[in-house]
């Protein structure tokens, strides 16, 4: 599968991917995925979560979790 495109998002990468990766890896809603952000200090509502889960979230599932060194770590 080709690169994932993150063309267009106002968030790093690293953060679309992580969120996306604990949407699929934990059974969580996407409400709650918009709780642990606001935590963090990432302000996004919950239906940009679920189209972030369905614009990246086939392609993770389909070779895995995105590498780790794209990761970024977001701090306020």
Not at 37 to 48: A, F, K, P, S, W
Not at 68 to 73: E, L, N, V
């Amino acid at each position: 599968m080709g690169e994932v495109s993150y063309k267009g998002p106002r968030f790093p990468a690293g953060i679309i991917a992580h969120w996306v990766w604990l949407y699929h890896r934990f059974p969580l809603s996407f409400g709650e995925v918009e709780e642990l952000m606001l935590v963090r200090g990432v302000i996004v509502c919950d239906e940009t979560i679920r189209q972030w889960c369905a614009k990246f979230g086939p392609e993770y599932a389909s070779c895995g979790y995105p590498d780790p060194s794209a990761m970024t770590r977001h701090s306020k």
